[in-house]
């Protein structure tokens, strides 16, 4: 089974500060994503990446960036958090020929 | 501008009978289409996908059809049971192969 696990799921946070969120998967996927989900909004990509250092904008990547140094690791960073990025956060992978997108069990990030 | 509607309601439904749920999208053309079930508190988990040349498909008590003139596809639980009980999101490819929406969801009680 494909496994993808988040690294915390619940964060609380000041407004400022520096917060990573690392999401790893186990099944040698080429394909990472990062989305949010908000009440009335549904997912919402921020950054994907397709390959080791390579990386795309989604939709609303505006206060946030993303690193890709190996294959099974993609963290999501917010440089200085706000209080509209509390939110719950959800990490998926995908294979190369695949459709289909496996997510991990989310991380429900609180900035005070 | 692009747009999926799901019905934003929810929908309550007798154990044992089936269970229709909608989702209507806009000014998309997409090559396929997704359905995930949400439980709360975690990730997507992926249920079937249909192509643009598909007009129906069957995984057990599911069943998805998708008619790229009506831009709708319906998603059936037949024999429904509490344990159905979910929210279940529609998704569309939305930019090439990598990218797709989400759409907000519906969410399924079914009442034993």
């Known amino acids: 089974d494909v496994k993808v696990t988040q690294s915390s799921r619940y964060l609380v946070k000041r407004t400022g500060e520096k917060v990573f969120l690392e999401c790893v998967q186990d099944?040698?996927?080429?394909?990472m994503f990062w989305y949010r989900q908000d009440p009335g909004l549904g997912l919402r990509l921020i950054y994907f990446?397709?390959?080791?250092?390579?990386?795309e904008k989604g939709d609303i990547p505006e206060g946030y960036s993303v690193s890709r140094e190996k294959k099974e690791r993609f963290s999501l960073i917010l440089e200085s958090a706000s209080t509209n990025q509390t939110s719950m956060y959800l990490c998926?992978?995908?294979?190369?020929?695949?459709?289909?997108?496996?997510f991990g069990p989310g991380t429900r990030l609180t900035v005070t | 501008s692009q747009k999926i509607e799901q019905n934003s309601e929810a929908l309550n439904i007798q154990e044992g009978k089936t269970a229709t749920l909608t989702c209507n999208y806009t000014n998309y053309s997409p090559a396929y289409l997704q359905w995930y079930r949400q439980d709360p508190g975690r990730g997507p988990v992926f249920l079937l996908l249909?192509?643009?040349?598909?007009k129906e498909k069957r995984k057990e008590r599911l069943k998805v059809t998708f008619d790229t003139t009506l831009k709708q596809s319906l998603f059936h639980i037949t024999a429904s049971q509490p344990a159905d009980s979910a929210t279940y999101l529609c998704v569309l490819n939305s930019g090439g192969y990598q990218k797709v929406t989400f759409g907000t969801g519906t969410k399924l009680q079914v009442i034993p």
């Open positions: 998926a992978s995908r294979g190369s020929i695949a459709y289909e997108q496996y």
């Open positions: 249909i192509r643009e040349n598909e």
């Open positions: 990446s397709y390959d080791v250092k390579m990386k």
């Open positions: 099944m040698d996927h080429e394909n």
